[in-house]
């Protein structure tokens, strides 16, 4: 159930993100040929769009195994040592994800004073992406952990 609803999560996140993204771009190039001026929040907007695209696919990438990987080395290993690799890369993976998910709530916490420099929001709002892609990589690096162990 939980896996369901943070995949969804995450996958409409990684659309909305994405598409809000091509709108600000696409406006920017609009405003560059046809207005006299650019709409300053513009750049801004499609740089904090492009942070949660990113952050949104992180852990979806991890889920489908769309990450590269070198299979040269880990193939000619026997198949007791490819299990030691393995379960050794996604626990570490696990434990670097799950301690950047618990530092970037601190840095969330200390960015709500702080204001965006053209957009008037929070520094949290932008901090708080990467909160979700460390936690939605440390959860999908816990269930392929999982896996590899049974």
Same mark, same amino acid.
């Given at each position: 159930m939980i896996k369901k609803i943070l995949g969804r999560f995450l996958k409409y996140g990684t659309l909305i993100?994405? /598409?809000?993204?091509?709108a600000c771009v696409l406006l920017q190039i609009f405003a560059r040929f046809f207005l006299p001026n650019t709409p300053p929040w513009t750049e801004e907007a499609s740089r904090l769009f492009f942070i949660y695209a990113i952050a949104f696919s992180a852990g979806l990438a991890l889920k489908d195994g769309a990450y590269v990987h070198l299979d040269v080395f880990y193939e000619k290993l026997n198949p007791k040592?490819? #299990?030691?690799? @393995?379960?050794?890369? #996604? @626990? @570490?993976?696990?434990?670097?994800?799950?301690?950047?998910?618990?530092?970037?709530?601190?840095?969330? =916490?200390?960015?709500?004073? %702080?204001?965006? !420099?053209?957009? !008037?929001?929070?520094?949290?709002?932008?901090?708080?992406?990467?909160?979700?892609?460390?936690?939605?990589?440390? /959860? /999908?690096? /816990?269930? %392929? @952990? =999982? =896996?590899?162990?049974?």
């Open positions: 993100s994405t /598409y809000c993204l091509i040592i490819q #299990r030691a690799v @393995l379960t050794a890369v #996604r @626990l @570490l993976t696990l434990i670097l994800f799950a301690l950047m998910a618990y530092y970037a709530l601190i840095f969330t =916490k200390n960015g709500i004073i %702080e204001t965006s !420099p053209s957009i !008037p929001m929070s520094m949290a709002v932008s901090f708080f992406s990467m909160f979700i892609l460390a936690a939605s990589v440390s /959860y /999908y690096a /816990y269930l %392929e @952990l =999982k =896996k590899t162990l049974k």
